[in-house]
């Protein structure tokens, strides 16, 4: 069966004028979803196994503080 012509052309026109409005920002949200993903695991495991080895509380504190600022640091030169 053949379609008439102006429904082809109706269909065009709909098409080119259907604007899709879908979010852009993609990279940018994978990459703090990232950050944030590792940057919690990582000094919750440290500090777990600096608690777990029987450590002082300071010591796994400043193990952790320590451990937040490297992994900033590495995460902002490696984006």
């Keep these: 069966m053949v379609k008439p012509v102006q429904d082809e052309e ?7 004028d259907h604007k899709e409005k879908h979010f852009t920002s993609g990279e940018v949200v994978r ?3 990232i950050g944030v993903s590792d940057g919690l695991t990582v000094p ?3 500090a777990a196994g600096l608690s ?3 450590a002082s509380s300071s010591l796994v504190l400043t193990a952790g503080l ?3 600022a490297a992994g900033a640091i ?6």
Excluded: K, P, T, Y
């Design 31 to 33: 990459d703090i979803i």
């Design 44 to 46: 919750f495991a440290l």
């Design 66 to 68: 320590a451990e937040v």
């Design 10 to 16: 109706n269909q065009r026109l709909l098409l080119d």
């Design 74 to 79: 590495s995460m902002g030169l490696g984006g």
């Design 52 to 54: 777990g080895a029987d």
